[in-house]
């Protein structure tokens, strides 16, 4: 911990750490996310923004994180995390872009008093702020640079070193809610998660074992620590964790980690689980997972984010009735238009739940899920938790069950609630909660996938002149412009056997995506072409 007094000014902050000629930077979907050698500036000045953010909300703790998630090795990033641990508002991701666009030091002060003039800031009171990083190497360098930027603004620092990004949301909230949470050190985040795992398990055996990869980055040594508060794997589970070398921080994401799994749909060529033996993947950062297994045949089977929201809101949809609690609490799903059809069938027609879809990025979907008494969301990518709405966490507390049956899922039902870190998807305690389920159930990842068959599906990336003309409504769903383009979309659809298809601009990378789904693989593959074709001709216009 540092001192809360500023150590040189604003200017010189912002002259040790210039910005590169002509780089324009934009905090996206993920924060400020580019090659690692071009973002010395952009960390310093993020840091006075972090700062300004814990003072707009009365000097409570603002988290940073140093990440650049599932990218390659040399790419690094930033994002800031608010102070109940959730991800940054988005008023300010515009303040944080502006302010990394500043061309001159003096240009980056002057827009500091700016931002605290217009939104009443007192620039003397206390600013608070806790930071984290991945195992990038440059990740040393960057926080060297932002805590440069905290200093010149007289913020108090917290230093975590390296931490999983949703161990970083997870201090973020403990700080500021004094411990309501949990205990805002990482020994605090195994006791809460390690024994909320044990008491949902209750005395139940997982099948199998579970192989980790942890994508070379820093959920491996996370996980290693966290298996130390786990039942021992003579009663609890036996995790084997593979992929955990970050000493060789060129390993970092290749060939391994969820987005090459649900990329590739195959699994990491390092990995040497044998048939049926059920394994997961987390990306760089630890905030996504997916599972996969091969069968006898050595064809291989990916359980994603819709996979587990499914399986999820299954167990707590079970557990909430059977509690005597169905008339009081409401579940709901929540998914983005890459969610497969047969994902959002099973929802509605067999769980018979509420869905809802919104756009891509997490901060939409846990907005939706924030209004559902228990909100279960995930991308299908593997992003994702649940969220339960203040008043269904008291109704839960105040609930007096009325037979032991009610009892035993009631308890089951609450350190399920411990057992969710409901701040951010997160990969570890999303693994272990499936790996709850599976226990509950007695499933191995077999059974999981025989809840439903997923449609064949196929996501294509097509490169245009400027992916901003292309623009959608209804979340995503529907291209409105450029003009008529739509229309052409809906008739190749119509050809297709429980066809859907839509193309929209990526918010991460500079192109259109375009999804396709049928009946059959040929079908699914087909569409996606034919939906391509005609996004890079409009795009050629
Ligand atoms: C289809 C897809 O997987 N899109 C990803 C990707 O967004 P795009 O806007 O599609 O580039 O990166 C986001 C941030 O990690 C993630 O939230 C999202 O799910
Ligand atoms: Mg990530």
């Known amino acids: 911990m540092t001192g809360a007094h500023s150590s040189g000014t604003i200017v010189e902050a912002a002259e040790m750490h210039p910005a590169p000629n002509g780089v324009v930077y934009q905090y996206g979907t993920a924060g400020f996310r580019t090659k690692a050698d071009i973002l010395d500036s952009v960390m310093t000045r993020c840091a006075l923004i972090a700062a300004l953010r814990s003072r707009k909300v009365g000097g409570q703790w603002i988290g940073m994180m140093i990440t650049a998630s599932h990218n390659p090795p040399e790419d690094n990033g930033v994002k800031l995390v608010e102070a109940m641990g959730n991800m940054l508002t988005e008023k300010w991701e515009a303040l944080a872009t502006e302010m990394a ?19 009443n800031i007192d620039l003397k009171s206390p600013a608070r702020v806790v930071l984290a990083r991945d195992t990038r190497a440059s990740g040393a360098r960057l926080q060297a640079c932002v805590i440069d930027g905290l200093k010149a603004a007289g913020a108090e620092i917290r230093d975590f070193g390296y931490l999983t990004t949703p161990q970083l949301h997870y201090m973020v909230r403990c700080l500021n809610t004094n411990g309501a949470y949990g205990t805002p ?13 044990k008491r949902a398990l209750r005395g139940k055996k997982p099948t199998g074992t579970l192989t980790v990869d942890c994508a070379n980055g820093v959920g491996g040594p996370k996980l290693a620590e966290l298996i130390k508060y786990l039942p021992p794997k003579s009663e609890g589970l036996e995790i084997i964790i593979v992929n955990d070398n970050v000493v060789k921080p060129e390993a ?20 040497g689980a044998g048939p049926n033996d059920r394994c997961c993947s987390l990306d760089g950062d630890a905030d996504r997972v997916v599972y996969y297994f091969k069968d006898g045949n050595s064809m291989f089977h990916l359980l994603d984010g819709d996979r587990i929201a499914t399986l999820v809101a299954t167990f707590l949809g079970d557990l909430v009735r059977t509690s005597g609690l169905a008339d009081q609490i409401k579940l709901g799903v929540v998914q983005t238009a890459y969610a497969n059809g047969a994902a959002t069938h099973f929802v509605k027609d067999n769980l018979k739940l509420k869905v809802e ?52 899922s009631l308890d089951t039902l609450k350190a399920c609630i411990d057992l969710i870190n409901s701040a951010v998807g997160d990969a570890l305690s999303d693994a272990l909660l499936v790996e709850v389920i599976l226990a509950h159930k007695n499933w191995g990842a077999e059974e999981w996938l025989g809840t439903y068959n997923d449609l064949p599906n196929r996501l294509l990336k097509v490169i245009v002149k400027d992916r901003n003309m292309f623009k959608t409504a209804d979340a995503e769903r529907q ?16 050809k297709v056997r429980q066809g859907r298809s839509f193309a929209r601009a ?4 500079d192109a259109v995506r375009v999804y396709a789904e049928g009946a059959t693989r040929a079908e699914a593959d087909d569409l996606a072409r034919k939906v391509a074709e005609i996004v890079k001709a409009a795009g050629a216009a």
């Open 479 to 494: 291209l409105v412009k450029p003009e008529g383009v739509q229309k052409l979309i809906d008739a190749e659809v119509q």
């Open 252 to 271: 970092l994401n290749v060939e391994c980690g969820a987005d090459f799994v649900k990329t590739n749909q195959r699994a990491p060529p390092s990995s």
């Open 185 to 197: 050190t990482e020994q605090g985040y195994y006791e809460k998660f390690g024994g909320a795992f």
């Open 357 to 408: 879809c919104t756009p891509t990025g997490v901060k939409y979907l846990h907005h939706e899920a924030e209004g559902m008494d228990i909100g279960v969301y995930f991308e299908a990518n593997g992003h994702g938790t649940v969220v339960f709405s203040p008043d269904t966490l008291k109704t839960i507390a105040a609930y007096e069950p009325r037979s032991p049956g009610q009892k035993e």
């Open 101 to 119: 666009n500043k061309p001159t030091p003096e240009a980056v002060l002057e827009y500091y008093e700016e931002i605290a003039f217009k939104n």
């Open 506 to 509: 990526s918010g991460t990378e």
